[in-house]
Structure formats: structure tokens, C-alpha cells
Nanobody, 116 residues
Framework: QVQLVESGGGLVQPGGSLRLSCAAS????????MRWHRQAPGKERELVAV????????YADDSVKGRFTISRDNVKNTVYLQMNSLKPEDTAVYYC?????????WGQGIQVTVSS
């Protein structure tokens, strides 16, 4: 059974940091690219960051470049999103996503709230 389980979210003050984790099971993690998406209240889900199976990274928006870092550990079958200098506009539900040419899996999402 395929599972993607996010953890590490919560409430943080502006300027703070969080590290999201997404633990994968039920498929061959190392051959999948991984993405983090987020969905803010009243907005559509948007792509945040991507890491290929080879470890190449990309960030979808200038607003997160330099603040967020995506990484993966193919031994632990886990993808991470390190988020620094958090802003209130980063408040959203964050989802991890595993993708290949033939498959697409999603986690259940985890809330990140940036507020004083």
C-alpha cells in the first residue's frame, strides 16, 4: 500500500523555521521525483519545490528561493522541505507528491501556520 506521510508542521512565528518531512512507503522511492505543493485558504494548490530522482532541485516561485530547501534521503525514503525566514503568506496546507511517468501519489497534507 502506497503511503506518503507528512510531519513537522505547526504554528511558528514570522521569521522562524520549520522542517517538513514526508515518509514514503509502498513503492520504490528512489526512482520517483518528489514535489512539495501548498494550498493557502481560498487559493488553488501551487507547486513549491521539486527534486528529481537524481537529486536535482528546482523552486517554483521567487518568493521561496533562498528561504526553502528541498532534499531527499533515499535510504530513509524521505523527502524534506526546510523552510526558513517564514512569512505569514507561507501559511498553507503543505502536500508532498511522488511522481513518475506512470504514477502520481499524494500525501494527506500538513498545516503550516505562520503567525505572531
Amino acid at each position: 500500500q502506497v503511503q506518503l506521510v507528512e510531519s513537522g508542521g505547526g504554528l511558528v512565528q514570522p521569521g522562524g523555521s520549520l522542517r517538513l518531512s514526508c515518509a514514503a512507503s509502498g513503492f520504490t522511492f528512489s526512482i520517483y521525483g518528489m514535489r512539495w505543493h501548498r494550498q493557502a485558504p481560498g487559493k488553488e494548490r501551487e507547486l513549491v519545490a521539486v527534486i528529481s530522482r537524481a537529486g536535482t532541485t528546482a523552486y517554483a516561485d521567487d518568493s521561496v528561493k533562498g528561504r526553502f530547501t528541498i532534499s531527499r534521503d533515499n535510504v530513509k525514503n524521505t523527502v524534506y522541505l526546510q523552510m526558513n525566514s517564514l512569512k505569514p503568506e507561507d501559511t498553507a496546507v503543505y502536500y508532498c507528491n511522488a511522481y513518475s511517468q506512470s504514477s502520481n501519489y499524494w500525501g494527506q497534507g500538513i498545516q503550516v501556520t505562520v503567525s505572531s
